[in-house]
T-cell receptor, first 113, second 110 residues
Framework: DAGVTQSPTHLIKTRGQQVTLRCSPKSGHDTVSWYQQALGQGPQFIFQYYEEEERQRGNFPDRFSGHQFPNYSSELNVNALLLGDSALYLC????????????FGPGTRLLVL | GQNIDQPTEMTATEGAIVQINCTYQTSGFNGLFWYQQHAGEAPTFLSYNVLDGLEEKGRFSSFLSRSKGYSYLLLKELQMKDSASYLCAVRPSNDYKLSFGAGTTVTVRA
């Protein structure tokens, strides 16, 4: 049983560019959350998707957007990249209603130059 | 907003015990999580507490006091592979997200 998978593992972009990160949740999981983790900090919640809808959003600007597909996979899009967007982007999945079983993917490390 | 505090760094000797404290002030409470994160890797789930008391899982134990807004993670019989960052996270009431502390870096010395 594959766990949460993310692609790509690493990415280098320049300021002003756009990026799309992808996540496939663990089998049987229908809820996907995205987190941003800057170096030396804890993960910060970006948003959560359930039933293809954004259910909750953290304190991130509209440059950060997402999508969930019918197969529960998800994308995170960031427009007009800033240097400060450099971070590890983590996807987490869990079954609906099972709060204690949240699993994180390996993350995508984004570097903005 | 949510406020979750944990020490920045701790150092201990192989075979010893280390206790990582976490205090939180959140808008309601619906569970506290501990995660382990090795450098450059994703957080991995260690424990989940929603009721007061001690939960034991092998060498790792987690304690919760909701009235004090306090938890600790106890690591026993430390091994070199336990060197990692340990993240405390709280799920507030009526909230879907986890709010994380900044993490405690534990270094195990031989």
């Amino acid at each position: 049983d594959a766990g949460v998978t993310q692609s790509p593992t690493h990415l280098i972009k320049t300021r002003g560019q756009q990026v799309t990160l992808r996540c496939s949740p663990k089998s049987g999981h229908d809820t996907v959350s995205w987190y941003q983790q800057a170096l030396g900090q804890g993960p910060q919640f970006i948003f959560q998707y359930y039933e293809e809808e954004e259910r909750q959003r953290g304190n991130f600007p509209d440059r950060f957007s997402g999508h969930q597909f019918p197969n529960y996979s998800s994308e995170l899009n960031v427009n007009a990249l800033l240097l400060g967007d450099s971070a590890l982007y983590l996807c987490a999945s869990r079954p609906q209603g099972a709060e204690e079983t949240q699993y994180f993917g390996p993350g995508t490390r984004l570097l903005v130059l | 907003g949510q406020n979750i505090d944990q020490p920045t760094e701790m150092t201990a000797t192989e075979g010893a015990i280390v206790q990582i404290n976490c205090t939180y002030q959140t808008s309601g409470f619906n569970g506290l999580f501990w995660y382990q994160q090795h450098a450059g890797e994703a957080p991995t789930f260690l424990s989940y507490n929603v009721l007061d008391g001690l939960e034991e899982k092998g060498r790792f134990s987690s304690f919760l006091s909701r009235s004090k807004g306090y938890s600790y993670l106890l690591l026993k019989e430390l091994q070199m592979k336990d060197s990692a960052s340990y993240l405390c996270a709280v799920r507030p009431s009526n909230d879907y997200k986890l709010s994380f502390g900044a993490g405690t870096t534990v270094t195990v010395r031989a």
